[in-house]
């Protein structure tokens, strides 16, 4: 399984010391504010296997980040491939991240979705990355605009699993190419 790491921070593996920080954070509802329900400890752990799985499996995934400096736990950041209930999108992998409140501001988002970027292309080759996110999200589209990428209006949907009026409905779409050679 890759680890990345940047000036200040560091993508791994998840840790069981990792599950009570993670837990804590979902239940948190400024965070699940644009993704849905706070998450139960069940639920948190459940999540957190799935992440496991899937880094060792395929050797990328949803990294658990912490502070290099502090070794601190703060969230995740990583990629995975679309979800099928996203047919329009079928065959992308999507970026994304989710950082506990203390960690918002200090531009981690960003440096840790840069070094995941450079992973989805400099080393699986892939030839796009997706960020998807509700449009009342504008934290992080602005993260996907550092990131250089742009809104794609034409693949934007609603998210049918959530409430007609929640915030987290109308679903937005950004994409970054890789550069070509």
């Not at 995934?61 to 502070?67: P, Q, T």
């Not at 450079?118 to 605009?145: C, D, H």
Request: net charge negative.
């Amino acid at each position: 399984m890759a680890e990345l790491r940047t000036e200040r921070l560091l993508l791994r593996q998840w840790e069981d010391r990792d599950l009570d920080p993670w837990a804590a954070m979902n239940a948190r509802e400024e965070v699940r504010r644009y993704l849905g329900p706070v998450l139960t400890r069940d639920q948190a752990a459940a999540s957190v296997a799935r992440f496991r799985a899937a880094l060792d499996e395929r050797g990328w995934g949803w990294w658990a980040v912490e502070v290099r400096e502090t070794g601190r736990f703060i969230g995740f950041t990583g990629m995975d491939p679309v979800d099928d209930d996203v047919p329009h999108l079928a065959g992308g992998v999507e970026i994304g991240w989710r950082l506990a409140p203390d960690a918002w501001g200090h531009g981690y988002a960003t440096e840790g979705a840069r070094a995941v970027v450079g992973f989805a292309f400099e080393t699986l080759g892939l030839p796009e990355v997706l960020a998807i996110t509700a449009e009342g999200n504008t934290a992080s589209q602005a993260v996907m605009r550092r990131l250089g990428m742009t809104e794609d209006p034409g693949a934007a949907f609603a998210d049918e699993s959530a409430p007609p009026d929640s915030p987290y409905r109308r679903q937005v779409v950004y994409r970054l190419e890789r550069a070509a050679s």
